[in-house]
């Protein structure tokens, strides 16, 4: 089984300091949302957001990942001001409580990215793959974060309306393709790539997708390869339950991600994905 795992320690430069994985690293979601899938309005009060990401980190979350509007299906965005006016607490408030953390902000527009990033936000991970907002991508390559490209073709509220491709792996390369030329180009040096499960696909397309997960890896060798199908419709629906009983799928899905060489899991979970990294390293002898 070993050969066919293919794990790649990466490094990202995070601001002065360049930051080396040596096993896949864990994304710890913090969602500041009353409306969100699974856990919207469980971390709504102050004092939650930093307990919550100390929790995360303690158990072993290399990245706080902290979002503020839902980008569920049929969901509609904030504007950029009035986004930015609820991101830029939750950014300030953890910064102050987990000082050492690193902390991503989970948005597709400039201004809050800009504002995030000054109030002491890491990185950018953006759904839109830069679609939203023109000014997004000379916006990272002047602040000089990292930055998750996200493949997605349409805005949360419309994402679902039969959505189609002809090659779906075509269509994600593609669209990677043209888009790290594109924030190369302007200097952008820390881009990961995030295929967007749930995003503009259908059941089927997302597991489509997912078994091509080896080959996109195969395909962007030198670009860390993130996953995020935390207890995702693409679960719940094929095991007709809801969020909250799709961990044991949404376990099983890390698991054949990590085969396929993810190097980057974004989850609700940290602690249950940090034991399945343990175990498929184990399995693999290839990490400790």
Same mark, same amino acid.
């Given at each position: 089984?070993?050969?066919? $795992?293919? #794990? *790649?320690?990466?490094?990202?430069?995070?601001?002065?300091?360049?930051?080396?994985?040596? @096993?896949?690293?864990?994304?710890?979601?913090? /969602?500041?949302?009353?409306?969100?899938?699974?856990?919207?309005?469980? =971390?709504?009060?102050?004092?939650?957001?930093?307990?919550?990401?100390?929790?995360?980190?303690? !158990?072993?979350?290399?990245?706080?990942?902290?979002?503020?509007?839902?980008?569920?299906?049929?969901? %509609?965005?904030?504007?950029?001001?009035?986004?930015?006016?609820?991101?830029?607490?939750?950014? !300030?408030?953890?910064?102050?409580?987990?000082? &050492?953390?690193?902390? *991503?902000?989970?948005?597709?527009?400039?201004?809050?990215?800009?504002?995030?990033?000054?109030?002491?936000?890491?990185?950018?991970?953006?759904?839109?793959?830069?679609?939203?907002?023109? *000014?997004?991508?000379?916006?990272?390559?002047?602040? %000089?974060?990292?930055?998750?490209?996200? =493949?997605?073709?349409?805005?949360?509220?419309?994402?679902?309306?039969?959505?189609? $491709?002809?090659?779906?792996?075509?269509?994600?390369? &593609?669209?990677?393709?043209?888009?790290?030329?594109?924030?190369?180009?302007?200097?952008?040096?820390?881009?990961?790539?995030?295929?967007? #499960?749930? #995003?503009?696909?259908?059941?089927?397309?997302?597991?489509?997708? #997912?078994?091509?997960?080896? /080959?996109?890896?195969?395909?962007?060798?030198?670009?860390?390869?993130?996953?995020?199908? *935390?207890? +995702? &419709?693409?679960?719940? +629906?094929?095991?007709?339950?809801?969020?909250?009983?799709?961990?044991?799928?949404?376990?099983?899905? =890390?698991?054949?991600?990590?085969?396929?060489?993810?190097?980057?899991?974004?989850?609700?979970?940290? +602690?249950?994905? @940090?034991?399945?990294?343990?175990?498929?390293?184990?399995?693999?002898?290839?990490?400790?």
């Amino acid at each position: 089984m070993s050969e066919n $795992y293919s #794990f *790649s320690p990466f490094t990202i430069r995070f601001g002065g300091r360049l930051v080396r994985f040596d @096993r896949p690293a864990v994304m710890g979601i913090l /969602n500041v949302t009353p409306d969100s899938f699974y856990d919207g309005g469980r =971390h709504l009060d102050p004092s939650q957001w930093v307990s919550h990401a100390r929790r995360m980190l303690d !158990e072993g979350a290399d990245i706080i990942d902290i979002g503020v509007v839902s980008t569920r299906p049929g969901a %509609q965005l904030l504007s950029p001001e009035t986004e930015a006016e609820r991101l830029v607490p939750v950014v !300030e408030a953890v910064r102050s409580g987990c000082p &050492s953390a690193l902390i *991503s902000v989970d948005t597709c527009y400039a201004l809050p990215a800009s504002k995030a990033v000054a109030a002491g936000a890491d990185m950018i991970n953006d759904i839109s793959g830069g679609a939203f907002d023109e *000014s997004m991508f000379p916006t990272v390559a002047a602040l %000089q974060v990292p930055y998750v490209l996200m =493949h997605n073709l349409a805005t949360p509220d419309h994402m679902q309306d039969n959505p189609h $491709y002809d090659d779906i792996l075509q269509s994600v390369v &593609s669209f990677f393709s043209e888009r790290l030329d594109r924030l190369h180009r302007l200097g952008v040096a820390d881009v990961v790539i995030d295929p967007g #499960f749930g #995003f503009s696909k259908t059941l089927d397309h997302n597991y489509q997708l #997912f078994a091509e997960l080896g /080959n996109l890896r195969r395909l962007f060798p030198t670009t860390p390869l993130l996953v995020a199908i *935390s207890r +995702k &419709s693409m679960i719940y +629906k094929l095991l007709d339950t809801n969020p909250d009983g799709a961990l044991t799928g949404t376990t099983a899905l =890390h698991a054949a991600a990590l085969l396929a060489g993810a190097q980057m899991l974004r989850v609700h979970d940290v +602690k249950e994905a @940090r034991q399945t990294i343990a175990v498929i390293g184990r399995l693999t002898n290839e990490l400790v």
